[in-house]
C-alpha cells in the first residue's frame, strides 16, 4: 500500500465555533451559517421563471409553475415521499440521505403553499412515518392517542417564525421554552395501565403501530411497573435508538460472521424492533423518552401531574425509572434557543447517541394543550435540524498539519467533490485514534459531511470499503495510515503522545511534536508566550511587532531576541536600520516614517526593556517562559522552588529524560508534591530534544541572568538592584532609608492611597495586589497617608496635596508591576 504522508507547514487549522458569554456573536455566525445553507438546499429546487418553458416543471422554482404543473409536480413529489417514507420506516434503510429528503419536503411544503388550489388532501404535508406493511409478522396496534412528527426549521428565520408564532396564539411575548436533543431513533409508544407496562408499539402512520413489547422489555430506560402515584393509563413517548459504541461492537461481531452490517445506529435500531423473534436481536436497544400521550384516568384525560415539559423530563421521568432526553435548557429568546442548538452541535461528536438536531417546546403544558395539534405535528414545537449535508468520495492521501502549540492532525485529501455547492477537496479527519477507530485507508471510498461553516470531516468509509472494513477484527494490525508519525513533518523533532491536558479528566490524547522551540509551526506562540505578561514581561514585544520580526526571520527564537541590539541598535553600525521600522511609531495616516526621531526613540525603549529583563529573570517565570506544555505559572513556582537553580532543574529533568522512565531521576520528579506523571513527562519530552536544551543555552549565551529562586526572595538589601528601579518622586527620600520594604512582599501597616490609571491594571487588580502585600488601600489622603501610588492622569489637587502633607509619591506603574512579579518594592519615609 502506498501511504501518501503530505507536509504542509505554518498553516494551522483553527475553528472558530463562537464567542463564550457573547450570544449575539453566536447568532451572527449561526444566521450566516444556516442562510448559507439554506441558499444552498433552495438553490437545488430554484431556477428562475425565465426558463420556465424549456425546463421539466421537477427542476422548477415552486413560482414558476402554473396551477396544473403545480399539481402534477405535487403528485409526483408525493409519491417519491411515500416511496422514501416505506423504505425508511419500513424496510429500516432509506435510499437517499436525510438532507435530500429534507429538500423534497421542502419543495413539496412551498408548492403547497404557494398553489392551495392544486394541494391534495392529507398528501404528504399531513403524513407520519409509514403505515407498517405485513413484512415483519408484527401484530398491529392502534395509538390510543396519535404520534404526531414534528415540524422542522433549517434556520435562525425558521425558528424566529415559529416563536412569533407561538407569541402570537399566547398573547403575549416571552413564552418559555424547553430545548431537549433531537435523538437520530426510531419512536416508540410505552403504555402503563395501573402502573403495569401494557405493551409498547412503533409510531407506524401515527394512527397504528406495530406490537415491540418483546423488543422493549428489556430495553434500558424502560421499568415495567410505575412507582406509586401514577396515573391510572399512560403513555409515555420516547426514541428507541442504539448506543454509539454498541453499534460499533455489534456491527463489527456481525461482518465476522459475514453478516450485513447496519449502515448507522439509527438503522440498526429500526431494524431491531422490526424482528419477529426479539431473540433474534444483537443490538442492545435503549429507549429515552421525551413526550406522553394519554396520561390520566381514561385515554381521554389528559391531566399529567406534571405542569412543565423540563420538570416531566428532569423530574417525573427519572423518578420513575425512565431514562429521558436531557433539558439543554430553558429559555424565552430565540438567541437562548441558538445558543442550546450551536453548544449541542459542537458536543454532536462525543454524544453516546446519534442526534440530528434539537427540539425547541413549549415548558407549560397548560400552554402546549390550548395550542393542540394539526394532523401532522403540535403547534407548540418544532424540531430545529442540524445541517449536514454529505457525498461519497476517494480519500487520496492523509497530510499532516502541525498547528501552534505543536498538535498534529491528520486532513483528508479528497477527490473534488461537491458538497451543497462547495467544492470539497480537504477533510479534517479529526486525530490518529479516530481514523484507526473508523478504518480509515489510502484510496477507499469515504463519506464527507460538511455542516455549515464547521470545516468538512470524513464521517466514515462507505460503499464496499465500509462493509469489508466491518470484517476486521477490534483488535487488527493497525494500517500505517492510522499511526502517527515519529518526528515533525515540520522540525524533524521526535514526536510523543500526550493526554489532552494534565488533569485526571483528560478526555484523549493528542500527538504532539517536542520542538517547542525551534518548530517553525510553533516559535510564533511560544515567542509570544516567551514575552508576555507572566513569563518575560518584555513591554514593546507584542504581538504585531514580534508577527513581523518572526516573518522577517530576525527573531526566529527566544535567544534572538536578545541580539537585537548588537545585531540593530546604535552601534551595530547601521546608520538607520532597517528594522527600527518594526518598532514603529506611526503617523495618523498608519505610516511608518523611516529614520525619525521618534522611530529610533521606540526601538532604544524597546532595547531598554529588554535590557531590564536580561539583568535578572526570577528563576520561575523563566521556566514558565519555556511554554513546555502543561507546565503553567503555578508549577513553574513548585518547580522554582524545589530546584532553587536553572541548572540544577535542567540537569535533573534531561537526567530523567536520558534514563527514561524507569530511573531513579524520573522517579525523582514525580516525587516533587504536585508534579504527577503527565506533567514530568512533559518535563522529560522538552528537555530530551536537544533543540529546546540549546536554545535554552543559547538564551543565557547571550547575558540573560536567571536569579535563583532563593536570590529571588530575598529582600533587595542583600541582592542586587532589581532590573526596573523603582522610582519615586521624592528624590531626597532615596538618601534616607525605606520605611517599608518587602521582597514579594510585606508592607503589613502602611496606608497606600491609588490614584490614577495602570495600564492594564484594573482598579480592583490594583487594590488587590496591595492588599495582598498585607497593606491598607484608603481612599482620603492625610497626614496618617503611608504613600500616594501615582498612575497616569492622577489628580494634580491630591498629588499638590500630598507634597503639602510630606506624604511620600510613588510612580504607580512600576510599583505594581513589581508588586504582580513578587519583586520587592520600598517606600520612601514621610519628608517631615
Ligand atoms: P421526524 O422523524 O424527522 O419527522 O421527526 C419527528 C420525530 O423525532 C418524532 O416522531 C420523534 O420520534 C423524534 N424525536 C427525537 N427526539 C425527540 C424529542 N426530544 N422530542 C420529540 N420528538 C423527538
Redesign the pocket.
Known amino acids: 500500500m502506498i501511504r501518501s504522508l503530505q507536509i504542509q507547514s505554518h498553516v494551522p487549522t483553527r475553528v472558530v465555533v463562537g464567542v463564550p458569554g457573547r450570544p449575539d456573536r453566536r447568532l451572527t455566525v449561526n444566521r450566516a451559517r444556516t442562510e448559507r445553507y439554506d441558499r444552498a438546499r433552495t438553490s437545488l429546487a430554484a431556477t428562475s421563471s425565465e426558463d420556465a418553458r424549456e425546463i421539466p416543471s421537477s427542476t422548477r422554482a415552486p413560482d414558476s409553475l402554473t396551477v396544473d404543473e403545480a399539481r402534477r409536480e405535487l403528485e409526483r413529489l408525493n409519491e417519491e415521499l411515500a416511496h422514501h417514507d416505506r423504505s425508511y420506516y419500513n424496510d429500516g434503510e432509506g435510499v437517499i440521505s436525510d438532507s435530500e429528503y429534507d429538500s423534497l419536503r421542502a419543495r413539496y411544503l412551498a408548492i403547497e403553499r404557494l398553489h392551495p388550489s392544486a394541494a391534495r388532501a392529507l398528501g404528504a404535508s399531513a403524513r407520519v412515518g409509514a403505515t407498517p406493511d405485513d413484512q415483519s409478522g408484527l401484530e398491529k396496534i392502534a395509538h390510543a392517542t396519535p404520534?404526531?412528527?414534528?415540524g422542522?426549521a433549517f434556520d435562525i428565520a425558521q425558528v424566529e417564525a415559529f416563536v412569533n408564532r407561538v407569541e402570537k396564539a399566547h398573547g403575549e411575548i416571552g413564552v418559555e421554552l424547553c430545548a431537549?436533543?433531537?435523538?437520530?431513533?426510531?419512536?416508540a409508544s410505552l403504555r402503563y395501565e395501573n402502573g403495569v407496562l401494557a405493551y409498547a408499539a412503533s409510531?407506524g402512520d401515527g394512527e397504528m403501530g406495530e406490537d415491540v413489547t418483546r423488543h422493549l422489555v428489556s430495553a434500558r430506560g424502560v421499568p415495567t411497573r410505575l412507582k406509586a402515584p401514577y396515573p391510572a393509563v399512560l403513555e409515555i413517548r420516547g426514541?428507541v435508538h442504539v448506543a454509539e459504541e454498541d453499534f460499533r461492537r455489534v456491527n463489527a461481531e456481525r461482518a465476522a460472521t459475514g453478516v450485513r452490517v447496519f449502515k448507522n445506529a439509527r438503522n440498526a435500531a429500526a431494524g431491531a424492533m422490526r424482528l419477529l423473534n426479539a431473540e433474534d436481536n444483537q443490538m442492545p436497544l435503549r429507549f429515552l423518552a421525551?413526550?406522553w400521550g394519554a396520561a390520566g384516568e381514561t385515554d381521554a384525560d389528559a391531566n399529567a401531574p406534571w405542569v412543565t415539559q423540563s420538570e416531566f423530563l428532569s423530574s417525573f421521568l427519572p423518578s420513575q425509572g425512565f431514562d429521558a432526553?436531557p433539558v439543554l435548557g430553558v429559555t424565552s429568546t430565540v438567541e437562548g434557543l441558538m445558543e442550546t442548538y450551536e453548544a449541542l452541535e459542537i458536543a454532536r461528536p462525543s454524544m453516546p447517541y446519534e442526534i440530528d438536531g434539537v427540539?425547541y417546546?413549549v415548558n407549560s403544558v397548560a400552554l402546549q394543550q390550548t395550542l393542540g395539534a394539526d394532523a401532522r405535528q403540535p403547534r407548540w414545537?418544532i424540531?430545529h435540524k442540524f445541517t449536514a449535508m454529505s457525498a461519497v468520495t476517494t480519500l487520496r492521501a492523509i497530510e499532516i498539519q502541525v498547528g501552534r502549540t505543536g498538535a498534529l492532525t491528520p486532513v483528508g485529501l479528497l477527490d473534488p467533490v461537491d458538497i451543497g455547492g462547495a467544492c470539497i477537496q480537504r477533510a479534517t479527519l479529526h486525530n490518529f485514534d479516530e481514523i484507526g477507530r473508523k478504518r480509515l485507508k489510502v484510496g477507499a471510498q469515504v463519506m464527507v459531511e460538511r455542516a455549515g461553516d464547521v470545516i468538512p470531516r470524513v464521517v466514515s468509509l462507505a460503499g464496499e470499503d465500509l462493509a469489508e472494513a466491518a470484517a476486521y477484527p477490534e483488535d487488527a494490525l493497525p494500517l500505517p495510515e492510522w499511526l502517527p508519525p515519529s518526528k515533525c513533518p515540520d522540525c524533524g523533532a521526535s514526536v510523543v503522545r500526550a493526554p489532552l491536558s494534565a488533569s485526571k479528566n483528560a478526555m484523549g490524547t493528542i500527538v504532539r511534536c517536542t520542538g517547542g522551540l525551534k518548530c517553525p509551526s510553533q516559535s510564533m506562540e511560544r515567542l509570544l508566550h516567551f514575552c508576555s505578561r507572566d513569563a518575560l514581561d518584555i513591554r514593546g514585544l507584542a504581538r504585531a511587532t514580534l508577527e513581523t520580526l518572526h516573518r522577517e526571520g530576525v527573531v526566529k527564537t527566544p535567544a534572538d531576541i536578545f541580539t537585537l541590539e548588537r545585531r540593530f541598535g546604535p552601534d551595530s553600525g547601521e546608520t538607520v536600520p532597517t528594522w527600527w521600522r518594526y518598532t514603529g511609531v506611526k503617523n495618523s495616516k498608519g505610516e511608518v516614517k523611516e529614520g525619525s526621531d521618534g522611530l529610533k526613540a521606540s526601538a532604544v525603549k524597546l532595547f531598554q526593556a529588554i535590557e531590564l529583563r536580561r539583568r535578572g529573570v526570577p528563576l520561575h517565570r523563566f521556566i514558565y517562559a519555556l511554554g513546555i506544555p502543561n507546565i503553567g505559572a503555578h508549577t513553574a513556582k513548585v518547580l522554582a522552588t524545589h530546584y532553587v537553580s536553572l541548572d540544577a532543574f535542567r540537569k535533573a529533568s534531561m537526567a530523567a529524560a536520558k534514563g527514561g522512565s524507569t530511573s531513579l531521576a524520573y522517579g525523582a520528579l514525580t516525587h516533587i508534591d504536585g508534579v504527577g506523571p503527565v506533567l514530568a513527562q512533559s518535563l522529560v519530552d522538552f528537555w530530551g530534544e536537544p533543540a529546546n536544551a540549546s536554545i535554552v543555552s543559547e538564551i543565557i549565551a547571550n547575558g540573560v541572568v536567571v536569579l535563583d529562586a532563593a536570590e529571588s526572595s530575598k529582600p533587595s538589601s542583600t541582592r542586587q538592584p532589581p532590573a526596573a528601579p523603582l522610582s519615586s518622586a521624592t528624590s531626597a527620600a532615596s538618601t534616607k532609608p525605606a520605611e517599608y520594604s518587602a521582597p514579594g512582599a510585606n508592607l503589613t501597616g502602611a496606608k497606600i492611597l491609588f490614584t490614577g490609571t495602570v495600564d492594564g491594571y484594573p482598579r480592583e487588580t490594583v487594590h488587590r495586589l496591595i492588599e495582598s502585600a498585607s497593606a491598607e488601600v484608603v481612599s482620603s489622603l492625610s497626614s496618617k497617608t503611608t504613600c500616594v501610588l501615582a498612575g497616569s492622569g492622577a489628580g494634580p489637587a491630591k498629588l499638590a496635596k500630598a507634597s503639602a502633607l510630606g506624604v511620600p509619591i510613588i510612580d504607580a506603574a512600576d510599583f505594581i508591576l513589581a508588586l504582580d512579579r513578587g519583586e520587592p518594592v520600598s517606600i520612601p519615609p514621610r519628608q517631615d
Not at 431537549?180 to 419512536?187: H, L, Q
Request: charged letters at 30%.
Open positions: 404520534m404526531r412528527s414534528l422542522n431537549e436533543p433531537k435523538v437520530d431513533g426510531a419512536s409510531r426514541e421525551y413526550g432526553v427540539v417546546k414545537a424540531a
